[in-house]
């Protein structure tokens, strides 16, 4: 398996897209719009591969500020989950957030994920708010 950065509106890019709709998006009756996607263009694109290229797992970072990035979109395969590859992930994207000039992660993260960002250091922000028809929290963590 490799983690790594893939171009927006690649092949893998698609994939990720892929995985993020059936993962996150199709259980709350929803898909994406050409909108949408074309407003990833900026972002970074981060994805775990297994050696016959399928997508595995992945994420969306999202500059925010000059030190500041937003962690999005965070998907892993059905078959994957509770392997540690998110942890992996997660960890994987905070070191590439450092290396391009973060300081801060940031997520929205859903309820049912809040107790896996805090395992890993993240801390909460605030109440609890309503994103997409469910229950979210802020949380953020200082990347040293």
């Known amino acids: ?11 893998e890019y698609r994939k990720t897209v892929a995985l993020r709709d059936k993962v996150l998006r199709k259980p709350l009756n929803m898909e994406f719009s050409e909108a949408e996607l074309s407003n990833e263009f900026d972002s970074y ?9 399928e997508v595995l797992a ?6 925010v500020t000059g030190t500041e990035v ?7 395969d059905e078959s994957q989950q509770g392997k540690g590859l998110g942890k992996l992930l997660v960890g994987f994207a905070e070191l590439f957030a450092m ?31 309503e994103e997409i028809g ?11």
């Open 99 to 129: 290396d391009n000039g973060s300081e801060l992660m940031t997520v929205h993260a859903r309820e049912i994920a809040l107790d896996f960002y805090l395992k890993l250091g993240y801390e909460k922000v605030g109440e609890q708010f």
């Open 1 to 11: 398996m490799i983690i790594k950065e893939v171009k927006f509106d690649s092949d």
């Open 70 to 76: 937003k962690m999005r979109q965070v998907a892993v």
């Open 134 to 144: 469910i229950p979210h929290f802020k949380v953020q963590k200082k990347l040293s």
């Open 45 to 53: 694109h981060i994805a775990a591969l297994n050696e016959e290229d």
């Open 58 to 63: 992945c994420l969306v970072l999202k500059p």
